[in-house]
């Protein structure tokens, strides 16, 4: 059975920081294609970052290039998302995806993409 446990989430102010975490289980993530959605009240759920160790896949959205940085641990089974110099526009419910239903081929930008998901953790940035 597979487990996606987010944590990490919290308030900032604008330019601040916080590191999510996803605690992976019922999954080796360091073979599995993982991924940061966000979904702000009222819009669509949007991809934030991508990461397919094995397939040499590392994306971003455009939104985030070079404030956001997504990373795992093997030993501890965990996916992160350290985020710098936030801004009121990066508040949004965020969830960890895991393993994408494609081999080749990945919509890595595409929700349907991923088979499992957490439950979400919560940022807002103020202003």
């Known amino acids: 059975q597979v487990h996606l446990v987010e944590s990490g989430g919290g308030s900032v102010q604008t330019g601040g920081s916080l590191r999510l975490s996803c605690a992976a289980s019922?999954?080796?993530?360091?073979?599995?294609?993982m991924a940061w959605f966000r979904q702000a009240p009222g819009k669509e759920r949007e991809v934030v970052a991508f990461?397919?160790?094995?397939?040499?896949?590392?994306n971003y959205a455009d939104s985030v290039k070079g404030r956001f940085t997504i990373s795992q641990t093997y030993a501890e089974n965990t996916l992160y998302l350290q985020m710098n110099s936030l801004k009121p526009e990066d508040t949004a419910m965020y969830y960890c995806?895991?393993?994408?239903?494609?081999?080749?081929?990945?919509?890595?930008?595409?929700?349907?993409?991923?088979?499992?998901w957490g439950q979400g953790t919560q940022v807002t940035v103020s202003s």
């Open positions: 019922g999954i080796p993530i360091s073979v599995n294609c």
């Open positions: 995806a895991a393993v994408c239903q494609q081999r080749y081929g990945i919509a890595w930008d595409d929700a349907s993409t991923f088979r499992y």
């Open positions: 990461m397919y160790t094995v397939g040499s896949m590392l």
